[in-house]
């Protein structure tokens, strides 16, 4: 009789206890002031650099000869006094000059040889040849030829600079655009797109991670060129590059002129490197998602 008069209640099927949030206490430990510095790239690289900065001056103080590594104090105000008289920035927009136009010069034949080589087997296989020639090759062993051909000047360096550009930047340019998956090279076909829609807005930004690669180590390899072609014959039209500056100084016992030298060769290399190919790496392949 009490199994009839029992009450059938039915229980929820999600049983949930509201808690207070401020029982849960910290949910994310605060980040000190340390960790938040850390967290910055800029300032792990700042302290890098000012780590070296002291271990050279250190290690030139323990050497005790000017003549043979001058201190980083000795070094930057040399550095300062190339800019102050005006001489130094003089260098180096001769050189920086010089570079871009080859830089420039070797990057549009590395797209015309890399469109040539993805439109056909025979261009890709003209590509691989040319590329497994020519890459191997340095660029500072072409200085006889370039100085036959084209005299002692500008012309033989912007010649060394853009063998020095166009195989590096039409190798990765290549291997980007044969890297991009078929899922991708069928999303751009169901679109319609065909053409220089279809490589502008599918195969450039799928491949663009290796394209920027190849940019970065072509303008490696052409300021290294350029700095040596420089020591060799870098005077034309009565004055000469960031190299010749490095040489005249060396041949003077500057040595503090010549390290001040490297040392503004080191600092456009930093500028590239995490001003410029930084900004177009975080407001492409970054901002895409490619890289983390």
């Given at each position: 009789m009490a199994?009839?008069?029992?009450?059938?209640?039915?229980r929820?099927?999600i049983?949930?206890?509201?808690?207070?949030?401020?029982?849960?206490?910290?949910?994310?430990?605060?980040?000190?002031?340390f960790?938040?510095?850390?967290n910055?790239?800029?300032?792990?690289?700042?302290?890098?650099?000012l780590?070296?900065a002291?271990?050279w001056?250190?290690?030139?103080?323990i050497?005790?000869?000017?003549?043979?590594f001058?201190?980083?104090?000795?070094?930057n105000e040399a550095?300062?006094?190339?800019?102050a008289?005006?001489?130094?920035?003089?260098?180096v927009?001769?050189?920086?000059?010089?570079?871009?136009?080859?830089?420039?010069?070797g990057?549009a034949?590395?797209?015309?040889?890399?469109?040539?080589?993805?439109?056909s087997?025979?261009g890709?296989?003209?590509l691989?040849?040319?590329?497994?020639?020519?890459n191997?090759?340095?660029?500072i062993?072409l200085l006889?030829i370039?100085?036959?051909?084209?005299?002692l000047?500008?012309?033989?360096l912007?010649?060394?600079?853009?063998?020095?550009?166009?195989?590096?930047?039409?190798?990765?340019?290549?291997?980007?655009?044969?890297a991009?998956?078929?899922?991708l090279?069928?999303?751009?076909?169901n679109?319609?797109?065909g053409?220089f829609?279809?490589?502008?807005?599918?195969l450039?930004?799928?491949a663009?991670?290796?394209i920027?690669?190849?940019?970065?180590?072509?303008?490696?390899?052409?300021?290294?060129t350029?700095i040596?072609?420089?020591?060799?014959?870098?005077?034309?039209?009565g004055?000469g590059?960031?190299?010749?500056?490095?040489?005249?100084?060396?041949n003077?016992?500057e040595?503090a002129?010549?390290?001040?030298?490297?040392f503004t060769?080191?600092?456009?290399?930093l500028?590239?490197?995490?001003?410029?190919?930084?900004v177009?790496?975080?407001?492409t392949v970054r901002?895409?998602?490619m890289?983390?």
């Amino acid at each position: 009789m009490a199994d009839k008069d029992a009450v059938l209640v039915r229980r929820p099927e999600i049983h949930r206890d509201i808690v207070d949030s401020a029982a849960f206490g910290v949910v994310q430990k605060p980040l000190s002031r340390f960790e938040r510095l850390y967290n910055i790239s800029g300032v792990r690289k700042a302290v890098i650099l000012l780590a070296l900065a002291l271990i050279w001056e250190i290690g030139a103080r323990i050497l005790n000869n000017e003549l043979l590594f001058p201190t980083f104090l000795a070094t930057n105000e040399a550095f300062f006094k190339g800019i102050a008289s005006g001489v130094l920035p003089l260098r180096v927009w001769t050189s920086v000059k010089t570079l871009l136009l080859g830089y420039a010069i070797g990057i549009a034949l590395a797209a015309l040889l890399t469109a040539f080589g993805i439109a056909s087997r025979i261009g890709t296989d003209f590509l691989e040849t040319l590329t497994s020639m020519f890459n191997p090759l340095p660029a500072i062993a072409l200085l006889p030829i370039a100085l036959i051909w084209f005299g002692l000047g500008a012309g033989s360096l912007i010649f060394v600079l853009v063998h020095s550009v166009l195989w590096s930047v039409a190798l990765n340019t290549h291997s980007g655009f044969l890297a991009v998956s078929n899922t991708l090279r069928m999303v751009g076909r169901n679109y319609g797109l065909g053409g220089f829609a279809y490589v502008t807005q599918i195969l450039v930004p799928a491949a663009f991670p290796s394209i920027l690669t190849g940019l970065k180590i072509g303008w490696a390899f052409a300021w290294r060129t350029l700095i040596a072609s420089e020591l060799v014959f870098g005077v034309s039209s009565g004055s000469g590059g960031l190299g010749w500056y490095i040489y005249e100084n060396k041949n003077q016992l500057e040595i503090a002129n010549v390290f001040a030298g490297l040392f503004t060769v080191i600092l456009i290399g930093l500028f590239v490197e995490n001003l410029i190919f930084r900004v177009i790496e975080h407001r492409t392949v970054r901002k895409w998602g490619m890289q983390s």
